[in-house]
């Protein structure tokens, strides 16, 4: 049965990312999240689903390690964000932006399609908007 919530990590693709982090060393995981970001970021055309919840994850976890105030409430937040947060510094800060950003975007987005699809396009982006204000966007 999958896992279909609106939250960033209410999905299956982002627990399966989330899973994968939980597996790797401390200095990896922020590589893992820069990858995920960047890969959407730099995306010229339709982005599939999957990669979009996992940089929706990637996005919430750099918000997360930086004010983990943020992501009260959620459910699934991996323990390592208190216990062994990534670094984060202004230029992860803003890859994250430019990913929430990306997935706000209707067109060429297969995860704002499903979300608008089932009239949950609102509550989706309701969270998204929050993640951009806790990096500060």
Not at 20 to 27: I, K, T, V
Not at 81 to 100: C, H, N, R, S, Y
Request: glycine share 6%.
């Amino acid at each position: 049965m999958g896992a279909s919530g609106a939250g960033p990590f209410e999905n299956d693709d982002a627990l399966d990312f989330l899973d994968e982090l939980e597996e790797s060393e401390p200095d990896v995981r922020r590589k893992r999240v820069e990858s995920a970001l960047d890969s959407v970021v730099r995306a010229s055309g339709y982005i599939e689903a999957p990669a979009m919840s996992q940089a929706v994850a990637a996005a919430v976890l750099v918000a997360a390690c930086d004010d983990l105030e943020s992501v009260v409430g959620e459910r699934n937040v991996p323990w390592w964000v208190d216990d062994e947060p990534i670094d984060v510094d202004e230029e992860l800060e803003e890859l994250a932006t430019q990913a929430l950003h990306r997935a706000l975007q209707s067109e060429d987005n297969e995860l704002w399609e499903l979300w608008a699809d089932g009239d949950g396009g609102e509550r989706f982006a309701t969270k998204l908007t929050h993640y951009l204000d806790a990096l500060g966007d």
